[in-house]
């Protein structure tokens, strides 16, 4: 909102939350979403067939649109690729679906309206019924059922998405909200500074803002209006601060402190060849998380000692066919190869939840809640010759460098013995044929993303060779809410002691067990959790390859002794705020 305005020579203060680090001067670029009044209108029944080859003609334009910019994501930025590619997925599969196809059309014949109040219409009543059902996350999902619905629209009006076709050089885009499509649309090079009146810090447009390292500004309430297009503007996403036609003292004052951080980035760049070691001498490896094959060149730039996630997902994602085991191991090789003699951990398809494969539309069903149905190892387990045509590559991939092979979303032990009894299968069909293999046969982990696997970790530790923690999924089902829904987003907390807790029996129970325990989610690359996680135990950090020179120099400056006594202090607390308090405190002491 804004906090403070002030008149002098015109500059106004206005003050949001900061989600994307870094200071950006440019000119503004308002995007205005709205389409205006819609028509509403009854057809003659001459008019009635014209008008539905009007709205399937629109309906087709859409699903082209969303299938370019699914494509468009292969060159993008890996976390940004992870957050927006499941999205555009998903909105292709509504434009396929015959509730808003087939129905909208049913709607136009049925009523004799215009095909604008159909779509309309078929929204309503979805809104409606996702209401009724009283579940957060289908109230969540009808976002994305009005961003299909506004495509759709926008066809119909031929008033196509023009928001960033033409953008001046330093462009500062100011917003309501930034939807997938619009992010596909965002060329990096002429693009500043994101400000939006909506969304936080762990949704999805400052993910995306952080992985493209624009400096972004969001929830900024009453920002329409008070910006004008080709006003200059100053974005300081660290202070959460955007200066409207700044003074010459703001710029010089800013500018200070943008040399400053290029000045940081020269040090950090310094840090590449030096080990992630702390004062006392304990290492910590740092990894990288890995969602396209032309990311390995990232990680490798950025020092990374491995990599620590590799996402399968992209392999059977915007294609009408499934990857054959050749394919897959065509693809595989080539990134084990690229991290030269580094270890890769591979894991399984984790497709299902928000992540949908056309391939894979015939295998998982309509499930009431994606997050909670077929998803992860239980995809991969009810479809065996999937699973085991994606570890026969992954086998194969592992004779050309270290691999090790990662479960998602394990919930029990009877999962992970299965796992094991199709590996040996698939080890065995390959041996008998001669197919060079890994050998010996790859290391399997499991990851925990569910407070069930938390909670029985000391017996999951007995049936695999390592633990990957995935904060995200887990604070999300632990604390039972989607970070991509706005209004309860700021809910998000993985400071909560619930969540903290689950982190330490996990750790301790692998520590027990003998096996490493790494942690894979967003935590891991945020150096303010640095000292918590090293002080809980944690000997591996797996993150974006940018953020591996900023937790390096947050682990060279601890001492992980104090850091052991401040996490012990930190576990005593059932407060988030003191929680908070003491790591923050601990950090300002480095």
């Known amino acids: 909102m804004v906090k403070r305005v002030t008149g002098k020579g015109g500059e106004r203060v206005i003050d949001g939350v900061g989600v994307s680090g870094g200071i950006a001067i440019g000119v503004a670029h308002v995007v205005e979403t709205g389409l205006g009044q819609l028509p509403e209108y009854e057809l003659e029944d001459t008019q009635v067939e014209a008008e539905a080859g009007r709205f399937r003609a629109a309906l087709a334009k859409a699903q082209k649109q969303v299938g370019k910019l699914r494509q468009k994501t292969a060159s993008m930025p890996e976390s940004v690729a992870e957050e927006l590619a499941p999205l ?13 196809g087939a129905g909208t059309e049913t709607l136009i014949r049925e009523r004799k309206i215009n095909a604008e109040a159909a779509v309309q219409s078929v929204v309503h009543e979805i809104n409606e019924a996702f209401a009724a059902m009283k579940d957060p996350y289908l109230a969540a999902r009808i976002t994305d059922v009005r961003d299909v619905a506004g495509r759709i629209l926008r066809n119909l009006a031929d008033k196509p998405y023009q928001a960033f076709s033409v953008l001046p050089k330093d462009a500062v885009i100011i917003a309501d909200e930034l939807s997938p499509a619009d992010t596909a649309l965002l060329d990096p090079a002429r693009v500043a500074a994101l400000v939006t009146t909506a969304g936080g810090p762990e949704g999805h447009s400052a993910i995306m803002a952080r992985s493209m390292g624009l400096p972004a500004v969001l929830g900024v309430q009453g920002l329409l209006g008070k910006v004008r297009s080709g006003e200059r503007v100053l974005v300081d996403g660290e202070q959460g601060r955007i200066v409207v036609a700044p003074s010459d003292a703001t710029l010089a004052e800013f500018g200070r402190k943008a040399e400053a951080r290029k000045r940081l980035e020269r040090q950090l760049a310094r840090l590449r060849s030096l080990p992630a070691e702390s004062r006392d001498g304990e290492r910590i490896s740092l990894m ?120 998602p979303l394990i919930s029990s032990v009877e999962q992970i013995r299965q796992a094991r009894r199709i590996l040996t299968r698939v080890v065995k069909r390959l041996t008998r044929k001669g197919v060079r293999i890994a050998d010996p046969v790859p290391p399997l982990g499991a990851m925990i993303e569910v407070p069930g696997a ?109 850091a052991m006594r401040r996490a012990l202090a930190i576990m005593d607390q059932g407060d988030e705020g003191r929680i908070s308090a003491l790591l923050d405190d601990f950090n300002d002491s480095l």
């Open 88 to 100: 555009l997925d998903a909105h292709a599969a509504m434009l396929g679906s015959g509730r808003m």
């Open 288 to 407: 990288a998380n890995l969602e396209l094959p032309r990311d390995v060149e990232g990680a490798v730039r950025a020092g990374a000692e491995g990599v620590g996630l590799l996402r399968t997902e992209f392999l059977f994602m915007n294609r009408d066919t499934l990857p054959d085991e050749d394919e897959q191991y065509a693809v595989l090789r080539g990134i084990v190869e690229g991290m030269a003699g580094l270890p890769v951990t591979i894991r399984t398809l984790d497709v299902g939840g928000d992540k949908i494969s056309s391939a894979l539309g015939g295998k998982i069903g309509v499930s009431p809640n994606p997050a909670l149905g077929l998803r992860g190892i239980r995809l991969s387990l009810a479809e065996p010759k999937l699973f085991e045509t994606q570890l026969a590559a992954i086998l194969r991939a592992g004779a050309h460098g270290p691999v090790r092979l990662l479960l």
């Open 454 to 562: 938390a909670l029985t970790a000391d017996a999951l530790a007995r049936e695999v060779d390592y633990f990957a923690i995935g904060t995200n999924d887990l604070t999300s089902y632990t604390l039972a809410i989607d970070r991509s829904d706005d209004a309860v987003a700021g809910l998000y907390n993985p400071l909560h002691p619930a969540v903290l807790r689950l982190i330490q029996f996990t750790v301790d129970a692998g520590n027990r067990a003998g096996i490493p325990v790494s942690i894979c989610g967003e935590i891991a690359g945020d150096p303010r959790y640095t000292p918590l996680l090293t002080g809980l135990g944690v000997r591996e950090l797996s993150m974006s390859s940018h953020s591996i020179p900023r937790v390096k120099q947050r682990v060279r400056a601890l001492d992980t002794g104090a």
